[in-house]
């Protein structure tokens, strides 16, 4: 009688025990996916605003020279925010936004070519029969 106790007390704890591991297995997936994404938010505690880190996969601008940044947070200037090619072939630039806002933008890319964020917040049409990519910022 006891072993079978034993046995059911063991086998519930190795049941915890795998549902612990793919909890963490899940978690480490989902970290390192958001970790891909296109969009990074960090919130400050000192001031209202956000750190949004953009990021530009190499997959969407392969022979990219040059991207950048372009929205309503710099006033569509097509010069002012250029991002960092980093060594893997994406671009990043990291901005601090104020927060309770949505900022339209997108990628310039070598001055002649447009592309949206993958992992925008939303999208929102825009004159020219396309889409802005949207960063939504809230107060946290």
Not at 6 to 19: D, E, G, H, I, L
Not at 31 to 58: D, I, N, R
Not at 81 to 94: A, C, I, P, Q, S
Request: hydrophobic residues 30%; charged residues 30%; positive net charge.
């Amino acid at each position: 009688m006891k072993k079978t106790m034993k046995k059911a007390v063991y086998s519930k704890s190795n049941k915890n025990k795998a549902a612990t591991q793919r909890t963490k297995e899940t978690t480490k997936s989902k970290s390192k996916s958001a970790q891909a994404s296109g969009l990074k938010k960090q919130y400050m505690k000192s001031k209202p605003s956000c750190k949004v880190t953009f990021k530009l996969p190499k997959e969407a601008a392969p022979e990219a020279q040059m991207v950048s940044i372009v929205g309503d947070f710099n006033k569509w200037n097509l010069t002012e925010n250029k991002m960092t090619r980093l060594k893997n072939g994406d671009f990043k630039l990291t901005l601090e936004l104020p927060c309770n806002k949505e900022y339209k933008f997108r990628y310039l890319i070598d001055t002649n070519h447009w592309e949206n964020d993958w992992f925008a917040d939303k999208y929102i049409p825009n004159e020219y029969g396309s889409d802005d990519s949207v960063v939504v910022i809230d107060s946290d």
